[in-house]
Nanobody, 125 residues
Framework: QVQLVESGGGLVQPGGSLRLSCAASGFSLHDYVIGWFRQAPGKEREGVSCISGSDRGTHYADSVKGRFTISRDNAKNTVYLQMNSLEPEDTAVYYC??????????????????WGQGTQVTVSS
């Protein structure tokens, strides 16, 4: 059974950092496209970052470029999202998702078949 579990969310002050984890079970993350998405109250779910299968490349939303870094630890079957210089606008529920069909990642929600339950990130003083 494919399962994704996010962790690492919490409350942080503006300018602070968090590292989100997306742990997979039931399949190997290495060959999958993994995306991080977020959804703020009253807003649509949006792509934040993604990493292509077999580490062919990464992609970031303009709003997080230079602040967020996505990485993959194949030994732990986990993908991380390091978030630095957090801003109140980053407040949202963050989800990871997996796409086992395509080689290169995108922010098209419909391409992702499996989703985690989400983890809340709140940036506030």
């Amino acid at each position: 059974q494919v399962q994704l579990v996010e962790s690492g969310g919490g409350l942080v002050q503006p300018g602070g950092s968090l590292r989100l984890s997306c742990a997979a079970s039931g399949f190997s993350l290495h060959d999958y496209v993994i995306g991080w998405f977020r959804q703020a109250p009253g807003k649509e779910r949006e792509g934040v970052s993604c990493i292509s299968g077999s580490d062919r490349g990464t992609h970031y939303a303009d709003s997080v470029k230079g602040r967020f870094t996505i990485s993959r630890d194949n030994a732990k079957n986990t993908v991380y999202l390091q978030m630095n210089s957090l801003e109140p606008e980053d407040t949202a529920v963050y989800y990871c998702a997996a796409d086992g069909l395509r080689d290169f990642c995108s922010f098209q929600l419909w391409e992702y078949d499996d989703w985690g339950q989400g983890t809340q990130v709140t940036v506030s003083s």
